[in-house]
């Protein structure tokens, strides 16, 4: 199912909930909605210089790096980038030609606190308000 609101700008948001894509006029989060991560998968070697092109790139404030590094085992890049608005459709298509980045995965996080990410030490994580 897709659910689509007419926009009055020229920039579409969207956001991503249980395989249904929902395209909303403005760009503040619904009620049920308390964040909106990105995790961008890349190349170890280009993890610093993308940090640098995103915060460059949201120097507004609405969008922050959480954290970045590499995967243990694999040695694979990530940056985890947090949304205090809808997704830009315009970003979504910028993460998908961008040749330098392997894959993202994005997530959205209710305020239900259903969703209650921890640590692998089972710390629990930041969005579940604590």
């Not at 049920?32 to 610093?48: G, M």
């Not at 120097?59 to 970045?68: A, N």
């Not at 997530?107 to 604590?130: C, E, F, I």
């Amino acid at each position: 199912m897709i659910q689509l609101v007419t926009p009055h700008t020229e920039e579409h948001s969207i956001a991503l909930q249980a395989g249904d894509v929902q395209v909303y006029e403005d760009t503040s989060l619904p009620d049920e909605i308390y964040c909106i991560d990105v995790h961008i998968h890349c190349p170890r070697r280009l993890v610093k210089s993308l940090v640098a092109d995103f915060e460059r790139q949201f120097v507004d404030g609405t969008v922050s790096v959480y954290d970045y590094g590499y995967s243990h085992r694999f040695k694979q890049g990530y940056i985890i980038l947090s949304w205090d608005t809808l997704l830009p459709l315009s970003f979504q298509q910028q993460l998908d030609t961008d040749p330098r980045l392997d894959d993202y995965t994005v997530y959205v996080l209710p305020q239900d606190n259903s969703y209650r990410p921890t640590t692998a030490s089972g710390k629990a994580g930041r969005h579940n308000g604590q």
